[in-house]
């Protein structure tokens, strides 16, 4: 996210609207809006019920148009998930918007939608999984847990 921001900054960016889902229970999406929050305490968080996580075909249209009116209002936008940013920025590039976007998750059409993408590492969050993984079988009662955070790779 802070990377993501620095991008925004860059292109001269100081109104970014950050689009997540609601669900902050989820410990990525939690990190990510407390680094938002940290890093851009003037910009706009828009939640979208989790509800409609695998199902962004069924947000419904007042609340899309909601949202897209607040993003609007914002001179860039961070999308938490690639899900969101694909369906919002259909329509935004449908409507002829356009202003400095960026997404974690890579997702197909992204490029040609002029998106910047942090594409998550999973074969290094595996990695990192397998190793703490042997770590609490060898170390039985010694073993804590503890977050391991994996940095995204620069796609677009």
Same mark, same amino acid.
């Given at each position: 996210?802070? !990377? ?60 899309? !148009? ?59 969050? +595996? ?6 993984? +042997? ?22």
């Amino acid at each position: 996210v802070r !990377r993501l921001l620095t991008y925004m900054r860059r292109k001269g960016c100081k109104n970014t609207a950050y689009v997540s889902w609601d669900n902050l229970q989820i410990g990525s999406l939690k990190l990510r809006e407390d680094t938002f929050r940290k890093y851009a305490p003037d910009g706009k968080v828009i939640p979208i019920p989790y509800e409609y996580h695998n199902r962004t075909e069924r947000i419904p249209q007042e609340l899309l !148009r909601d949202a897209l009116e607040q993003i609007e209002a914002c001179d860039s936008i961070l999308y938490a998930v690639g899900e969101l940013g694909m369906v919002c920025e259909g329509i935004l590039h449908d409507r002829g918007s356009s202003r400095p976007t960026a997404m974690i998750g890579m997702m197909q059409g992204a490029g040609e939608l002029g998106i910047h993408v942090i594409e998550q590492d999973f074969p290094a969050m +595996a990695d990192q999984i397998f190793q703490r993984l +042997a770590q609490q079988n060898s170390q039985d009662s010694g073993w804590a847990p503890k977050t391991c955070r994996v940095k995204g790779n620069t796609v677009v």
